[in-house]
């Protein structure tokens, strides 16, 4: 269950440049970055609607960021831009290092404060102590239990009298996601903006390459798609951008409940201006 430690050089990996010997050993800009058609379009819509949102929503709005390379540009976007949105994420107690080294650096870059949730303790002790440290392998509803105790309770209180949040969700990451809408609106009225929702994973990169952006360094070890550590491996050649989350799972869908796709009321591809 430890990340792949070599792959094929004729590598399938999602937005991967055609394979050669320096790629497969390098790292995850030298894979993924490129400018491709419509970019500076799609940067400028995000922009747009990043700065529309706070305007609509001012002092209460939040970024809630895996701290992974899409919500990576995200922050920076936000930084850059001295956007009033609110950056904060979830300590769920399985996160990797490497994963938690970011809130320093991004505190110390943009000069932002993180806001940090965690589960609560007690509830933690409680589902541990009832079945087990590694109760997320012994059943979907297990796993999904442990989800529920140290992701969607701290994200209840991130959101908690907040009008909106913001994501990196994407239409790519994954065919439940794949109408994934740029604005919905959920059944208790807050307002999600998804604004990476059309962007491709080598948008991703070559912003991130363009501006110097931070990233997790489990990047540069072939995993896209990043959580707790006990349930996220790297994928290989061939395999799907979310494989490798809860890979022992014969579920199609690779979700925690975070992030529920509903039929949204604002149409998939509609523009925010500015």
Same mark, same amino acid.
């Given at each position: 269950?430890?990340?792949?430690?070599?792959?094929?050089?004729?590598?399938?990996?999602?937005?991967?440049?055609?394979?050669?010997?320096?790629?497969?050993?390098?790292?995850?800009?030298?894979?993924y970055?490129r400018r491709?058609?419509?970019?500076?379009?799609?940067?400028?819509?995000?922009?747009?609607?990043?700065?529309?949102a706070?305007?609509?929503?001012?002092?209460?709005?939040v970024?809630?960021?895996?701290l992974?390379?899409?919500?990576m540009?995200l922050?920076d976007?936000i930084?850059?831009?001295? $956007?009033?949105?609110?950056?904060?994420?979830?300590?769920?107690g399985?996160?990797?290092d490497?994963? $938690?080294a $970011?809130?320093?650096?991004?505190e110390?870059?943009?000069?932002?404060d993180?806001?940090?949730y965690?589960?609560?303790?007690?509830?933690v002790?409680?589902?541990?102590?009832?079945?087990g440290?590694?109760a997320?392998?012994?059943?979907?509803?297990?796993?999904?239990?442990?989800?529920?105790?140290?992701?969607?309770?701290?994200l209840?209180?991130? $959101?908690?009298?907040?009008?909106?949040?913001?994501?990196?969700?994407?239409?790519?990451?994954?065919?439940?996601?794949?109408?994934?809408?740029?604005?919905?609106?959920?059944?208790?009225?807050?307002?999600?903006?998804?604004?990476?929702a059309?962007?491709?994973?080598?948008?991703?990169?070559?912003?991130?390459?363009?501006?110097?952006?931070?990233?997790?360094a489990?990047?540069?070890?072939?995993?896209p798609?990043?959580?707790?550590?006990?349930?996220?491996?790297?994928?290989?050649?061939?395999?799907?951008?979310r494989a490798?989350?809860?890979?022992?799972?014969?579920?199609a869908?690779?979700?925690c409940?975070?992030?529920?796709v509903?039929?949204?009321?604002?149409?998939?591809?509609e523009a925010?201006?500015?």
């Amino acid at each position: 269950m430890s990340a792949v430690s070599s792959l094929p050089l004729s590598s399938a990996l999602p937005g991967a440049h055609p394979a050669t010997a320096e790629a497969a050993a390098s790292n995850a800009i030298s894979l993924y970055a490129r400018r491709t058609e419509g970019y500076e379009e799609r940067v400028e819509a995000t922009i747009a609607q990043l700065r529309q949102a706070a305007l609509d929503h001012a002092g209460s709005i939040v970024q809630a960021t895996s701290l992974g390379a899409e919500d990576m540009v995200l922050t920076d976007l936000i930084a850059k831009l001295n $956007l009033p949105i609110a950056i904060g994420t979830l300590q769920t107690g399985k996160l990797h290092d490497e994963t $938690l080294a $970011l809130i320093p650096e991004i505190e110390q870059r943009y000069g932002l404060d993180v806001e940090i949730y965690s589960p609560r303790e007690e509830a933690v002790v409680h589902f541990v102590r009832r079945n087990g440290e590694d109760a997320m392998y012994q059943s979907i509803e297990l796993r999904k239990g442990c989800c529920q105790v140290r992701k969607l309770e701290p994200l209840a209180r991130m $959101l908690q009298n907040r009008e909106a949040w913001v994501t990196g969700l994407r239409r790519e990451q994954s065919a439940n996601r794949g109408s994934v809408p740029l604005r919905e609106v959920e059944a208790n009225g807050r307002i999600k903006f998804n604004p990476l929702a059309d962007w491709s994973w080598n948008d991703i990169w070559h912003y991130i390459e363009s501006n110097a952006v931070p990233y997790n360094a489990l990047h540069d070890q072939f995993m896209p798609s990043i959580g707790c550590a006990p349930c996220t491996r790297a994928i290989a050649v061939g395999e799907e951008f979310r494989a490798g989350r809860w890979w022992w799972e014969d579920e199609a869908a690779k979700e925690c409940g975070l992030h529920a796709v509903q039929p949204s009321t604002t149409n998939r591809d509609e523009a925010v201006a500015a």
